[in-house]
């Protein structure tokens, strides 16, 4: 390798290098040298150690429903809880609203073939309508790593139950007790409707009298 003509311009020059320091590192052989063997770096699950000049700073990572993920790793399912949006306590398997999705296709040991859904869900709620109810009231799409969030969720019941009916969210958790019994508050063929009744309410203005 020779240094070009420096009367012969190049077509383009790519920023912050040097051709001069370039050419100098190939003249001493920088490009053939044996590429350094650098240490891996080991991340540990539950604390990070940062170093800084003036010392070091631990940063504590901690995880969420840690009991809710050695039950699923046990049994395959999450028993029981409070719910995240009427707020009551139920016995039956836990729903959460998905927020990643994978199709597996696999062959089984006896040759047939067979497709597995992976959901991977956040949050504890007593059944569907809970959950869609809370993923519409709470505006969990302004996230915007969630924005498919109830598309996956209507695709999950629709796989779980095996069943055509449109899934439709809980009635507002504000008339559970009060007006609504749980069972009136649960019952599937009432809704619910927020009004928006205007009543116009005139103003007085209390004016003195005075002489003039």
């Known amino acids: 390798?020779?240094?070009p003509n420096k009367s012969i311009q190049p077509s383009f020059l790519l920023k912050y290098i040097q051709p001069q320091e370039l050419y100098q590192k190939y003249k001493k052989g920088y490009f053939n040298r044996p590429i350094p063997v650098k240490a891996k770096i080991v991340l540990d699950a539950v604390?990070?150690?940062i170093s800084r000049q003036n010392g070091a700073t631990l940063i504590e990572f901690v995880?969420?429903?840690q009991s809710q993920m050695d039950q699923f790793l046990k049994t395959n399912?999450?028993?029981g809880g409070r719910c995240d949006y009427c707020k009551q306590d139920f016995q039956t398997e836990a729903i959460g609203y998905p927020i990643a999705y994978e199709c597996q296709h696999?062959?089984?040991p006896h040759g047939?073939?067979?497709i597995n859904h992976l959901f991977w869900t956040e949050g504890c709620h007593c059944d569907y309508a809970c959950c869609l109810a809370y993923v519409k009231n709470f505006n969990i799409h302004q996230d915007f790593l969630l924005h498919d969030v109830e598309i996956l969720l209507r695709f999950m019941y629709k796989l779980d139950t095996n069943t055509d009916d449109i899934l439709l969210p809980a009635k507002d958790f504000r008339l559970l007790h009060n007006p609504l019994t749980l069972d009136e508050w649960r019952h599937k063929n009432t809704?619910?409707?927020r009004t928006n009744h205007v009543t116009k309410i005139p103003i007085q203005v209390t004016y003195m009298k005075q002489h003039v």
């Open 1 to 3: 390798m020779s240094l």
């Open 47 to 49: 604390s990070k150690m």
């Open 63 to 65: 995880k969420s429903n």
């Open 77 to 79: 399912k999450v028993m």
């Open 106 to 108: 696999v062959i089984t």
């Open 112 to 114: 047939i073939y067979d």
């Open 191 to 193: 809704q619910y409707v």
